[in-house]
């Protein structure tokens, strides 16, 4: 058994590798950029019929001028090093909408949507960059794409589990998959998603300093998300690091992003 899952992972490894911008770190990437990009808009347009958009004149036109100026910033970087294929197909788009919530995303391809429930947190032209470079930064290292090859790559190996241990009882096979699945969420999705977000964060620090905004800020905006921060969960369950530890991170790479810096 554990050798055909080995021989699986190898596979998938040696044929489903790109490296994200800039980290260089090697990720999984088993899906392409058209079928992603397609899925990713068809999901936009469904969410955007649904939602509420802000009635916010000044807010509106906040977060359309920091996503614009971010991404002309990171379009101009990839031109001069010669990577704009990294984004080929990307179409910006930001949005505002009402909802409380203190949240914001983005969807593979650029387009970004921010709650009015974080513009209180954000409190200005910076803080909403720290925001959105974090956002674009999941767009442009393609971590839907790294996620959506995950989940293959795990349901590649249940389904090896379930030939190996096909003449086991119904109760054994059952068994085995929920164990199976524990594991794979516990020491690979949730993780991994950790992962994910340390890097947007480092890119996104990156991001909002070519634009002309200064990094140091991402350290105040996080510190004001910690003091709303209510929740007990574990971050071992989570899918985000703790704010302490986000923090921690982002002191460390603060001097990289610098570099970048242009007032």
Same mark, same amino acid.
């Given at each position: ?14 044929? +489903?590798? @790109? ?9 999984? =990437? *088993? &899906?392409? !950029? #058209?079928? %992603?990009l /397609? ?42 090093? +010669?990577? @704009? ?9 930001? =949005? *505002? &909408?009402? !909802? #409380?919530? %203190?949240? /914001? ?53 249940a ?6 241990f #096909?003449?086991?009882? /119904? ?6 998959q ?25 890119l ?27 929740? #007990? ?12 530890k ?18």
């Amino acid at each position: 058994m554990i050798k055909k899952v080995a021989i699986l992972l190898t596979v998938l490894l040696l044929t +489903g590798c @790109s490296t994200v911008l800039l980290t260089g770190r090697k990720q999984l =990437s *088993l &899906v392409s !950029d #058209s079928e %992603v990009l /397609a899925l990713s808009d068809s999901s936009y347009q469904s969410y955007m019929a649904t939602a509420v958009k802000s009635s916010k004149t000044t807010e509106n036109a906040r977060v359309t001028r920091v996503g614009q100026k971010m991404t002309t910033a990171v379009e101009s970087y990839l031109k001069e090093q +010669g990577l @704009s294929a990294k984004i080929t197909g990307y179409s910006w788009a930001f =949005s *505002l &909408v009402k !909802d #409380s919530a %203190v949240n /914001a995303f983005c969807m593979p391809g650029g387009k970004i949507v921010v709650y009015e429930g974080i513009l209180p947190v954000t409190l200005n032209d910076a803080g909403l960059a720290v925001v959105i470079g974090h956002e674009i930064a999941h767009a442009v290292a393609k971590h839907a794409n790294e996620r959506l090859s995950q989940q293959m790559a795990t349901n590649a190996g249940a389904s090896i589990l379930g030939t190996v241990f #096909s003449s086991k009882s /119904a109760t054994t096979q059952s068994t085995i998959q929920s164990v199976f699945g524990i594991v794979a969420e516990g020491f690979v999705a949730l993780p991994y998603s950790r992962k994910q977000e340390y890097e947007a964060d480092r890119l996104g620090l990156i991001f909002m300093s070519m634009a002309g905004y200064d990094p140091t800020q991402a350290i105040s905006f996080w510190e004001r998300m910690s003091a709303l921060s209510q929740t #007990s969960t574990p971050e071992f369950l989570s899918t985000h690091p703790s704010d302490a530890k986000r923090i921690a991170n982002l002191k460390i790479v603060l001097a990289e992003a610098q570099t970048y810096y242009k007032k």
